[in-house]
């Protein structure tokens, strides 16, 4: 190999550690973000639950539709982006130790190439299991603020 190309494998696989780091943060907080959301469901189905939104109104006085809008993508944007990045870090941390692997291929040790799709395909599962669930949670809770910002209109229109 050139220097070029030793110096990028060498690169490549500096970021191995910091994905898995990061993949099981994620991981850790879509189980938070589940535990969250679940204990937000079941306040609904009591009727227990606060409108998140009437909370911004009486903090922050007459909002707009737009404003109410910009609050509403604020409070979804973390699970927003825990459920796009996510994927792209579990196909980073499953390509990084496929160079590895191919190289123990190459010299014949079968137990290094397990050992570094162990690696790969964990941190892709753990990716994809986060990502679905936050994008899950993101979509139930979109459709809950949206909810309460068509009723906050109506009775805007309404008064």
């Not at 099981?24 to 535990?35: E, P």
């Not at 009437?54 to 825990?82: C, F, K, N, T, Y």
């Not at 692997?101 to 299991?129: H, S």
């Amino acid at each position: 190999m050139t220097t070029l190309e030793i110096t990028m494998y060498e690169l490549g696989r500096l970021f191995l550690m910091p994905v898995l780091i990061l993949i099981l943060l994620l991981f850790a907080y879509a189980f938070y973000a589940l535990g969250a959301f679940a204990v937000a469901a079941w306040q609904r189905r009591r009727g227990l639950a606060a409108c998140p939104l009437r909370e911004q109104l009486a903090r922050h006085g007459r909002l707009d539709s737009e404003e109410l809008e910009l609050v509403i993508l604020r409070r979804l944007e973390p699970l927003r982006v825990v459920s796009r990045t996510a994927p792209m870090l579990g196909l980073v941390a499953t390509m990084i130790p496929l160079g590895p692997a191919l190289l123990a291929l190459g010299d014949g040790d079968l137990a290094t190439v397990g050992e570094q799709l162990v690696v790969a395909f964990a941190a892709v599962i753990l990716a994809l299991i986060t990502a679905s669930i936050t994008f899950w949670i993101l979509t139930v809770r979109r459709r809950w603020l949206l909810v309460a910002l068509k009723r906050i209109e109506r009775e805007e229109a309404g008064a």
